[in-house]
């Protein structure tokens, strides 16, 4: 059930259908005749519009975030496994033409090739099912093994959990999968902006994994006012730290991490 209302909230609450909503309530309220009321959704649509378009807002949204876990230093010696979580792949295209096309967090994949490469006793796990609610994509664990061998990784190295569908169901499959043994170093690797949520998700389920962050999203010398990036970078920012922001609140207020902002 949560997985099913938090996709139905957020087709809402993303701020390209939010302005789309409120443009469409103030058209009917001007075909109503109430005309303030049109006047005035309208004006907070494009208010909303500028702000995450073309602002830095989105950027100073995803800061906190991306800053919050750091890569260990130094890097442990040897690892038992390097977890990479899904969500970088073009799912609903590698069904239809049966490649492994990335999307814009698709930089995960690559550091877990690399660090394959500087681990190669380790164990490559990817974790991602198919977690679109319209769409019908194939599930990142079914895609990475095509992009992971061509980059070099055995195939007998990996490990693969193909149902989860968010990021709680990654720590929970993935901790079922695995069983873990006390003593062992796990590196977790997904997007910096999504670090928080994952280590709050994974220390939950009883897993300790080490934050490995990578596909930052901002350099972190964004300053207060107009975005030096383009508008539709910009507006890609703020969708993606508005609801990374939702998703940590949420599932603290659902008792499925233990902090609104989880710590290293």
């Not at 995803?62 to 799912?91: C, K, N, Q, Y």
């Not at 997904?190 to 934050?211: E, I, W, Y």
């Not at 998703?247 to 710590?263: E, K, N, V």
Request: hydrophobic share 45%.
């Amino acid at each position: 059930m949560f997985y099913y209302l938090a996709k139905i909230f957020w087709l809402v609450a993303e701020p390209v259908s939010l302005i789309a909503v409120i443009l469409a309530a103030g058209l009917a309220a001007t075909a109503l005749g109430w005309r303030r009321l049109g006047v005035a959704a309208t004006a907070v649509a494009l208010f909303i519009l500028v702000v995450a378009a073309w602002t830095s807002v989105g950027a100073l949204m995803l800061h906190p975030l991306e800053s919050r876990f750091a890569r260990p230093d130094p890097a442990p010696s040897e690892v038992a496994g390097i977890i990479v979580l899904g969500g970088g792949f073009e799912g609903a295209v590698n069904r239809a033409r049966g490649g492994y096309e990335l999307n814009d967090s698709g930089d995960r994949f690559v550091e877990a090739a690399v660090l394959a490469r500087r681990y190669p006793e380790a164990k490559v796990v990817v974790t991602g099912g198919s977690g679109s609610l319209l769409l019908e994509g194939e599930p990142d664990a079914d895609s990475a093994p095509r992009l992971l061998v061509a980059l070099g990784v055995e195939a007998g190295r990996l490990v693969l959990e193909n149902r989860s569908r968010n990021t709680w169901e990654n720590a929970q499959f993935t901790r079922d999968l695995l069983s873990p043994q006390p003593g062992q170093k796990w590196l977790l690797v997904t997007s910096a902006f999504h670090m928080p949520r994952s280590m709050g998700l994974f220390r939950k389920a009883g897993f300790d994994v080490l934050a490995w962050p990578s596909d930052y999203k901002t350099s972190g010398d964004e300053r207060p006012g107009l975005s030096m990036d383009n508008a539709l970078d910009s507006l890609g920012n703020t969708s993606t730290a508005i609801r990374e922001w939702i998703g940590l609140f949420a599932y603290w207020l659902t008792g499925r991490i233990d902090s609104p902002l989880p710590s290293p």
